[in-house]
Nanobody, 123 residues
Framework: QVQLVESGGGLVQAGGSLRLSCAAS????????MGWFRRVPGKEREFVAA????????YYADFVKGRFTISRDNAKNTVYLQMNSLKPEDTAVYYC????????????????WGQGTQVTVSS
């Protein structure tokens, strides 16, 4: 069982930055691919970014490329999402997710989820 705890959400003005963190329990973090998703009320949860185990290759949704950066620190069992140039449309609850599997672009690929952290971007 993997437990995930997100932190770092909050209120920021458009153009500002936030860094989300997700701390994972257990001793197998390096074997997990990690992802970030977000959900706006009334809409389906959508993929934001993922980072593979091993080489730590990043993948991004088109709407965050060049603005968001995903990274991981295996020594700290933590994955990060650095969000720059934030826009009001980035307002959502952001979720961290983890998988031991070999696919990581869809929410069905992930078995473990955090509780979510609210990000609000004001115009």
């Amino acid at each position: 069982q993997v437990q995930l705890v997100e932190s770092g959400g909050g209120l920021v003005q458009a153009g500002g930055s936030l860094r989300l963190s997700c701390a994972a329990s257990g001793r197998t973090f390096s074997r997990l691919a990690m992802g970030w998703f977000r959900r706006v009320p009334g809409k389906e949860r959508e993929f934001v970014a993922a980072i593979t185990r091993g080489a730590g290759l990043p993948y991004y949704a088109d709407f965050v490329k060049g603005r968001f950066t995903i990274s991981r620190d295996n020594a700290k069992n933590t994955v990060y999402l650095q969000m720059n140039s934030l826009k009001p449309e980035d307002t959502a609850v952001y979720y961290c997710a983890a998988t031991y599997g070999s696919s990581w672009l869809g929410d069905r690929d992930y078995a473990y989820w955090g509780q979510g952290t609210q990000v609000t971007v004001s115009s």
